[in-house]
């Protein structure tokens, strides 16, 4: 049989040296837990602060080959974005496609918009201020499409749960 040797002799140190390890032990799960705690991410708080978005409504939408004028109408803000495409150009390279926003009172021309030659499409955004507007579409040798929306201002609320 192997020779393990003496049996182990119970802990006979003095009172000091008990304290002294129970204090290192506490030392340890101290710096343990305070380590444990700033690696903790913070609560998260519910965002209280609203958040600005905008929205877009829908004014109106043209289609069509020849150059037209539309009809008038109110913008509430005075901005706007325009989708616009042009496509079966007739002519390699004589496809135009103009928007105007024109004042509805006077006539004038109060923004250029869209000014395409050939085959494409785009968006833009534009503005001047509230008042009556139409458009002028002059377009040759292209099939078109126009879409005129207004943006609509609002704010997210913050959502309480009971």
Same mark, same amino acid.
Request: glycine residues 8%; hydrophobic residues 40%.
């Given at each position: ?16 040296? +008990?304290?002294?390890?129970? =204090? ?5 799960? $101290?710096?343990?837990? %305070?380590?444990? &705690?700033? !690696? ?53 390279? +004589?496809?135009?496609?103009? =928007? ?5 009172? $006077?006539?004038?021309? %109060?923004?250029? &918009?869209? !000014? ?47």
């Amino acid at each position: 049989m192997p020779d393990f040797g003496e049996p182990p002799v119970p802990f006979s140190g003095t009172p000091q040296c +008990a304290i002294i390890a129970a =204090v290192r032990l506490a030392a340890i799960l $101290s710096a343990a837990l %305070i380590a444990f &705690a700033c !690696d903790a991410p913070p609560p998260q708080e519910p965002a209280t602060t609203p958040v600005h978005v905008v929205g877009w409504r829908h004014l109106a939408s043209w289609t069509g080959r020849a150059s037209v004028q539309t009809e008038t109408f109110l913008s509430d803000t005075g901005s706007f974005r325009i989708h616009w495409e042009t496509k079966n150009e007739s002519r390699a390279g +004589a496809g135009t496609l103009k =928007v105007a926003f024109r004042s509805g009172d $006077s006539g004038r021309v %109060i923004i250029d &918009a869209v !000014d395409q030659k050939g085959v494409g499409r785009g968006e833009s955004e534009v503005g001047d201020m509230v008042r009556w507007y139409y458009l002028s579409i002059d377009s040759a040798n292209v099939d078109w499409s126009v879409t005129v929306e207004e943006p609509i201002m609002g704010r997210t609320v913050p959502r309480t749960d009971p």
